[in-house]
């Protein structure tokens, strides 16, 4: 192994890396995407975490949509590339899940079906840092977070429970989440297009960042503006983000650099799906994450001062995790928390 593949396997990534690569060596290499459809409402996920466990390499894979349809699994099997972006879970001959930047599909049974095309995509264009930015090249950290997409347009099939949806030209957007072991302890996230400017995006993402008995609080704040600027907000001191979370609740504050964005979010607890998170160490998946596919999300953006944008919309995606609080609310909900979801043994 060469002195970078060596650095990389902590999870760390040089300036003017490609943090779209496999960094082969870390317990998880989590790939997510989203579609969000303003015409007809319409909103999915679709995750693949490919992990590394005790038997070997696994897959948990998932996919949602805003009708109410979940289907969650464990497989045994994961594959990510070393030289692109893509992922593969499940059987490598016949994987359950398959992504890159051109294409995703889907295929949990009948029922659980997706199949997409990609085009006119907008990639993340700072060459220097990824979305963890100068802390990308901290070796070790518990989590990176890298948003490698901020908006296209998808083309396709998606077959939810008892309904099919066709898509042509809806919105996109696509992201990776890598570390040492899984999830961190507490985490928060909002993702959000559908505004009235389609070509406006916005994502953040946060949690408790540990290195060795080192912690710290986190968040990184990500716009595209519609006039196609990109900023990102989130480092101590230069550009810091105030993030005050609960599980309906979700409100962002950061400044640097002459901007500042101000985000308020909210969604019904409700209305929440319970998805599952990898212990890569363990081999299972456990309740960890309460998603809400659509919410109410309003921005404003200034510059020195000055308004540059103002933004709503209604399809946001809102997440607040963490172990304790996924289970605490499937107790409240009357189901059983402690379920193992392991894939097949062998």
Known sequence: MTP????????????FGEPVRAHRGVAMEGYFWRLTDPASGRVLIALCGANQGPAGPWATIGLA???GFIRTA???GSWTDPARLGVRGGDHA???????????????GPDARLDLRFHDLHPWPHRAFGG????????GLNQYWHPWLLGGRASGTATLGEQTWTFDGAHVYGEKNWGREGFPESWWWGQAQGFAEPEACVAFAGGLVTAGPAQVEVTGLVVRLPDARVLRLGNPVVSPVRTTTTDDTWSVSGRGYGWRVEIHASAPLENSFVLPVPLPGEHRNVPGDLEHLTGDLEISVSRFGRPVWNGRTRLAALEHGGLERAAAELRRRGLDPHLPDAPPAG
Not at 94 to 108: K, T
Not at 132 to 139: D, R
């Open 4 to 15: 970078l593949a060596r650095y990389r396997s902590t999870g760390a990534d040089l300036p």
């Open 74 to 76: 464990a497989l045994t």
């Open 132 to 139: 963890s930015s100068v802390f990308q090249v901290i070796p």
């Open 94 to 108: 016949a994987p359950a899940f398959s992504g890159d930047e051109e294409h995703l599909r889907v295929d949990l």
């Open 65 to 67: 949509g805003s009708n």
